[in-house]
Each structure stands twice: as structure tokens, then as C-alpha cells.
């Protein structure tokens, strides 16, 4: 589908906040209520935007996250990479040209969990010539609060300021809220459609949409329901996706990371245990812009010992949910 800069100006506004009203993003994007119904119900159709729930696995203390970077045989990074991605435990699965050839991000319950992933199920794949792991261990910005840099930062912080979930990120406690069984009927149908009307979601779990909404917010204050705007990069003309692992030297990891978090080229960043102690993935609108951004931001971080790029040829998986145009691949026999 083409896409136009109102079209961007939209998918902006929904990054700034997820269910933000038809007349809120109007405003925002200075266009009608009218216009961006319209225009959001054809980007949602074409599936160039979508919103979505998600449970912040680290607050909930449900799961953890690891990086998995794998290095393969000539040809066989495209062959492991669909059923990779139709593991339940992966978020994200990419196809990348460096160092590393495929990259996913990879949900865990316990050590036994990661045990069985990394020591029994991922050597199957045929083709895996040595594979990296990095535990993430403290978050600096993650996609639900990406901002790209389409808007004004006042229009930004003006729709943020309505949300009701987090979208910066904070030290987890140390214990997780109990949830009930509406909780976990609300989180359902959230992370399935993250823009539900109250009135739906209401008739969906059997409860009044006052509480339907006390219930959700409550969630979201909570930190443990988080609403995400998810969009490939390339629709909003940074064409260029990549990934960065980068060595810090571990006084300055904490300061890095912030310098990064408030990059506007950086979707995510994050430390990590392993080999590199610092990953994330950025996105730039061309060759030139990757050069500046490792030359100008990278080059010049506190500490920086060793930084590794890698550029994404293919996304697979994103947000949990499998390339449209791959769905209907026939994957090899899953391990």
C-alpha cells in the first residue's frame, strides 16, 4: 500500500500513545477526526500499523528475556529463521547481513526453560554454525516508547501525558501484584487488539465497561499491561533496520545506556550478560545515516571498548506475530 506523510503523522501520534482518540491524533496531526478514522482504519486493514497489548514479562516476574544471535552455514539463515520464529517463546526473529546472520528474542520461564531452548532445541536447526546468547538484565527504552521524531516533542509530550500505561521504563519490583482471573481475561483480549473499546472489551470478559476500564488502568498504572504501537521502520522511511552490540566498560554502562534511550534513531536498547553488554536496534533513513549515527553517537559513548553492527535484510516475527506475507510459508518440521 503506498503511504503518505499524513499516513506517517498518524502512525507518530499512535507511537506516542496507542489509544489515543481519533480527535486527539487529529489534533496532533492536524487533520480532521473524520480523516484519521479513515486513514487508521485502512493503515490497521493493510496491516501497516497495528496496536497491541503486551505484559511486561519482567514486572509480571513471568519471564525473562534473552538475546539469541546465530551464526549459519551459506544460505540456511533463511531456512531456520520461519520456524524459529514460530517458537511461542520468540518476540522478534530477524535475518541479518554481518557478524551474525539471524537474530531473535527469546522469552524464558526459569534456567531449565533457557536450558532446554539453547542446549536441546536450538541445536536441531540445521545450519547453526555457533550461536551467542545475552540475557537482558536492565532496560533502557524499549518500542512502547519510541518516538521517531515525527512530531514536535511538545505533541509528543502532550499525547503521552494521557496514557495510562508506561511507556518509559523502570527498576522492577521486587515482587509481582497478584492478578485475578479478570486480570488475566483483560490482558487476553488486550494483547490481541490494543485499541478495544471499553464497551467490547466489557462484553468480552462479562463485566460492566466501568470496570472493564478501572481493571485495565489499574494494570497499566501497575506497569504489568503495556500498550505498544507496532510498525516496520521502512514505513516510516528509515529504511535501514539494524542491530548493535556493543562492549561497555561496566562503570559506564548505565550512563550509555541513557544516552541512547533518548536517541531518536534507537527503538530499543538494553543491558545484557554475555559477550557484549549492551544491545539494541536502531533505525535510520539510509546508508549515510548508519555512518553518522556509529560515527557522531556510538563513537563518542562513555566507555564504548567494541561496538558490532548488523543490518536486517528480513524481519520475520515482530511483537510476536509473523510477517503477513511469511504466514503461509511452508516451514520445515519444527524442532
Not at 19 to 29: K, L, W, Y
Not at 90 to 115: F, M, P, R, W
Amino acid at each position: 500500500m503506498k503511504i503518505d506523510e499524513l499516513d506517517r503523522l498518524v502512525i507518530a501520534a499512535l507511537l506516542a500513545h496507542p489509544r489515543a482518540t481519533h480527535a486527539a491524533i487529529g489534533q496532533a496531526v492536524r487533520s480532521s477526526e473524520a480523516t484519521v478514522s479513515r486513514r487508521l482504519a485502512r493503515l490497521r486493514r493493510f496491516g501497516a500499523v497495528r496496536v497491541v497489548g503486551a505484559l511486561d514479562s519482567q514486572i509480571s516476574h513471568r519471564a525473562r528475556s534473552v538475546f539469541v544471535r546465530l551464526r549459519c552455514a551459506p544460505g540456511a539463515a533463511d531456512e531456520l529463521a520461519l520456524p524459529l520464529a514460530q517458537w511461542q517463546e520468540t518476540g522478534s526473529v530477524k535475518v541479518l547481513t554481518g557478524s551474525v546472520d539471524c537474530v531473535a528474542e527469546v522469552a524464558y520461564t526459569s534456567n531449565e526453560h533457557l536450558y532446554a531452548l539453547m542446549m536441546h532445541r536450538l541445536p536441531q536447526f540445521d545450519g547453526v554454525m555457533a550461536t551467542f546468547s545475552n540475557q537482558v538484565i536492565r532496560r533502557f527504552s524499549t518500542p512502547h516508547g519510541w518516538n521517531p521524531g515525527l512530531l514536535p516533542d511538545t505533541v509528543v509530550a502532550e499525547l503521552r501525558a494521557d496514557r495510562r500505561d508506561r511507556w518509559s521504563e523502570h527498576p522492577e519490583p521486587d515482587e509481582a501484584a497478584p492478578m485475578s482471573e479478570l486480570d488475566e481475561q483483560i490482558l487476553t483480549a488486550v494483547i490481541e487488539d490494543g485499541r478495544m473499546s471499553w464497551q467490547d472489551l466489557a462484553a468480552r470478559c462479562g463485566v460492566t465497561p466501568s470496570t472493564a476500564r478501572r481493571r485495565t488502568e489499574a494494570l497499566m498504572a501497575a506497569g504489568v499491561l503495556r500498550m505498544r504501537t507496532v510498525v516496520e521502520p521502512e514505513v516510516l522511511g528509515l529504511t535501514v533496520n539494524a542491530f548493535v552490540w556493543l562492549t561497555i566498560n561496566p562503570t559506564k554502562i548505565g550512563l550509555a545506556g541513557e544516552i541512547l534511550a533518548r536517541h531518536r534513531n534507537v527503538v530499543m536498547i538494553a543491558a545484557t550478560t554475555g559477550d557484549r553488554n549492551l544491545c539494541g536496534e536502531i533505525a535510520v533513513a539510509s546508508d549515510s545515516a548508519l555512518y553518522e549515527f556509529l560515527s557522531e553517537t556510538v563513537g563518542h559513548l562513555p566507555g564504548l571498548i567494541h561496538a558490532d553492527v548488523a543490518v536486517a535484510l528480513r524481519t520475520v516475527k515482530r511483537a510476536g506475530m509473523i510477517a503477513p506475507e511469511l504466514r503461509t510459508a511452508v516451514a520445515p518440521s519444527l524442532p
